[in-house]
């Protein structure tokens, strides 16, 4: 008797843990970027940004990027504050667990650009990273944190002029 219910609890244990671990998967985006263009991602704030290009191509959490990116730099699209404390906000579909932010900036010639980077959940805000001198693809390591939303402020523009300009975003969880 006392064997079978020894049999029991390790089963239910172990039952309970597999639940827990795919609960992680899911919060945690199956460990996959959450920021691209099927995954329910909002961009607010359209009045103060400019999408260049257009509406498809200038979106910084779409897919297709990298064929266009080596054949002419003129013709990536990219997301754009055009002033100076301008604010990108992006909403999630939901709450994820996540820990790394991957950012690539303009990047055809040679420019550094300032801004911070805040997330959001349970409208709380939390300052993740200034960068005072970013270029090219930054990553942003910070740690695990439930997330809903990220706002991005241009601190000063770039070493060229007053803008921001952002050509791709990933967020996502990662193992350390």
């Known amino acids: ?92 579909l939901q709450n994820f667990e996540i820990n790394t932010l991957r950012i690539w900036m303009w990047d055809g010639d040679v420019r550094s650009y300032k801004f911070s980077v805040y997330a959001i959940s349970e409208n709380k805000e939390k300052l993740i990273s200034i960068q005072n001198a970013a270029s090219g693809v930054t990553t942003i390591c910070f740690p695990d944190q439930h997330v809903k939303e990220f706002v991005l402020y241009n601190l000063e523009g770039n070493t060229r002029n007053i803008q921001f300009h952002i050509i791709k975003i990933e967020a996502f969880y990662q193992f350390k």
Do not use: P
Request: aromatic share 10%; glycine share 4%; charged share 15%.
């Open 1 to 92: 008797m006392q064997i079978k219910f020894l049999i029991f609890i390790c089963l239910t244990a172990q039952q309970c843990r597999c639940e827990c671990q795919y609960n992680k998967h899911i919060l945690r985006g199956y460990y996959r970027n959450i920021m691209h263009q099927n995954s329910g991602v909002l961009l607010e704030q359209r009045n103060s940004i400019w999408l260049h290009l257009n509406q498809v191509q200038g979106l910084f959490f779409r897919d297709s990027i990298e064929q266009d990116r080596y054949t002419n730099l003129q013709t990536v699209g990219y997301t754009s504050c055009l002033q100076i404390m301008c604010k990108i906000r992006i909403s999630l």
